[in-house]
């Protein structure tokens, strides 16, 4: 599944909770931007943010927490002024 496909040298340690994946996810947003890459959207398709999940394909908490933690980092960061979350 993704962790298969998961590159470390590119995407870091694999996040083990909601927090640690929004601040990984915050980063790659602020370097996106500060390569001139415009970021207007996150589209988040991945079931949850814990690829350890196994058979568990969809945690609703998880998820909901990610989008939390992401868009207070973002907005730390002085990356956004407004969040749909």
């Known amino acids: 599944m993704l962790e298969s496909s998961w590159n470390d040298k590119t995407m870091g340690v694999v996040p083990t ?3 640690k994946a929004a601040e990984a996810a915050a980063d790659s947003v602020a ?3 500060a390569e001139n890459h415009n970021v207007v959207m996150i589209d988040l398709r991945l079931p ?3 690829v350890t999940e ?3 394909l969809y945690d609703i ?3 909901s927490d990610f989008c939390a ?3 207070d ?3 730390e960061k002085n990356l956004i002024r407004k969040s749909l979350v």
């Open 61 to 63: 908490m998880a998820a």
């Open 54 to 56: 196994g058979p568990k």
């Open 48 to 50: 949850s943010y814990d």
């Open 17 to 19: 909770s909601a927090e």
């Open 69 to 71: 933690y992401l868009s």
């Open 73 to 75: 980092k973002l907005r």
């Open 31 to 33: 370097n996106a931007m």
